[in-house]
T-cell receptor, first 114, second 112 residues
Framework: AQTVTQSQPEMSVQEAETVTLSCTYD???????LFWYKQPPSRQMILVIR??????QNATENRFSVNFQKAAKSFSLKISDSQLGDTAMYFC???????????FGKGTRLHILP | NAGVTQTPKFQVLKTGQSMTLQCAQD?????MSWYRQDPGMGLRLIHY???????DQGEVPNGYNVSRSTTEDFPLRLLSAAPSQTSVYFC???????????FGQGTRLTVV
């Protein structure tokens, strides 16, 4: 069975700083996708970034980037120049290539402080 | 473009009552699923469907029923609500084999 582990239940950083959220996962699959979802206080689930396991290059979306280490089964999210609007719950998630089920970690609550 | 629509947004039930959480999508997605979100637990899969007439259990199916009579709709039924079912419920949909899932805005359910 696939599992996703987020070891940081809560983090706080000052505005404009860089923050890294950790995620590890366990799978015997070779083809899969990894995601980071953001859930602001509005409760909406927003896809932040996606990584295909077959791609060695780390995904980047503006201020958001990942450090994907396939051998170590690690998938961390880096937020650069953090903004107050980045305050949210962040979920790491996993999806096998041959299945549509998404498996979520328990989340990291991120506070950006003014 | 409505996307995934969940109703209601908030609901309070008494123990033992029944209710149906509605989920509808207008994107012709084959795959639909229900999750519950509890503090410190992340999102856990309750039931899912890969197409009309096909449903299957997820990680935490007990106490919930689903059906999928059309591609658009995937209702979640609580037959006899229990306080342990107090949670936020999310419906999601996607094209089969695609990576991006679309989520509804969630239903906050309280069972007293």
């Amino acid at each position: 069975a696939q599992t996703v582990t987020q070891s940081q239940p809560e983090m706080s950083v000052q505005e404009a700083e860089t923050v890294t959220l950790s995620c590890t996962y366990d799978t015997s699959e070779n083809n899969y996708y990894l995601f980071w979802y953001k859930q602001p206080p509005s409760r909406q689930m927003i896809l932040v970034i996606r990584q295909e396991a077959y791609k060695q290059q780390n995904a980047t979306e503006n201020r958001f980037s990942v450090n994907f280490q396939k051998a170590a089964k690690s998938f961390s999210l880096k937020i650069s120049d953090s903004q107050l609007g980045d305050t949210a719950m962040y979920f790491c998630a996993f999806k096998m290539n041959r299945d549509d089920k998404i498996i979520f970690g328990k989340g990291t609550r991120l506070h950006i402080l003014p | 473009n409505a996307g995934v629509t969940q109703t209601p947004k908030f609901q309070v039930l008494k123990t033992g009552q029944s209710m149906t959480l509605q989920c509808a999508q207008d994107m012709n997605h084959e795959y639909m699923s229900w999750y519950r979100q509890d503090p410190g637990m992340g999102l856990r899969l309750i039931h899912y469907s890969v197409g009309a007439g096909i449903t299957d259990q997820g990680e935490v199916p007990n106490g919930y029923n689903v059906s999928r009579s059309t591609t658009e709709d995937f209702p979640l039924r609580l037959l006899s609500a229990a306080p342990s079912q107090t949670s936020v419920y999310f419906c999601a949909s996607s094209y089969a084999g695609w990576t991006e899932a679309f989520f509804g805005q969630g239903t906050r359910l309280t069972v007293v």
